[in-house]
């Protein structure tokens, strides 16, 4: 039976989910960067797009939409915007059901994500073989090496992300937490200051 002693299963590639309420189920089974599409919105969302495929190219990306109709098309609809990279594709059985939040069942009468429980969805990425490797694990930047590098809670904390974003051919408007999870997904903390000092010396020349 499980117990909240689990540890989150560590998942090297970035997770695509639909809702908010998917990624907060699945925050308590993995230990990984999770995109929400906002169901259909991906389809007018350029941001949220050149993050998945920033993600795909750069560390792989898991899509785990519902296991709808519309859930398939939004996973169709993210394999033909993603160029290149590495693309998995997990599912979640179908069962019937309602949940919690919800007055009613969705359309087709499938619980989504969401609607999982925490053992199923562990259960999906264990039988999947995803888990890290302990070789791929390195110290990860923290929100105070965010701030101490000036990234978060300064006054210019913004227009330094732009131009880091820019540098390192980012989505040039990540929120700070979303460009924390996008440097531990290209750096460890020493190759982070060694990239910024790279950068920082080139605009000296």
Do not use: W
């Not at 939040?101 to 994500?113: D, H, Q």
């Amino acid at each position: 039976m499980l117990t909240g002693e689990q540890p989150r299963l560590k998942i090297r590639q970035a997770v695509v989910v639909e809702g908010k309420y998917d990624k907060i189920k699945l925050s308590a089974v993995i230990d990984a960067v999770i995109i929400v599409t906002n169901g259909f919105g991906i389809y007018k969302n350029s941001e949220t797009a050149d993050l998945i495929r920033f993600y795909a190219k750069n560390r792989g990306i898991i899509i785990l939409t519902d296991s709808d109709t519309a859930g398939a098309r939004i996973r169709g609809h993210i394999k033909s915007i993603v160029p290149e990279g590495e693309i998995i594709s997990l599912y979640v059985p179908e069962i019937f059901g309602k949940e919690k939040r919800k007055t009613a069942p969705s359309k087709e009468g499938k619980l989504g994500v969401e609607g999982m429980s925490v053992q199923i969805l562990r259960d999906t990425f264990e039988k999947a073989g995803l888990l890290c490797d302990e070789s791929e694990l390195h110290e990860k930047i923290t929100k105070q090496d965010m701030y101490e590098l000036g990234l978060s809670g300064r006054a210019d904390s913004s227009a330094k992300r732009r131009k880091l974003c820019s540098a390192l051919s980012l989505p040039e408007n990540l929120s700070a937490p979303a460009l924390l999870d996008a440097l531990n997904a290209l750096f460890d903390k020493q190759k982070l200051f060694d990239s910024l000092n790279g950068i920082a010396d080139e605009r000296k020349d």
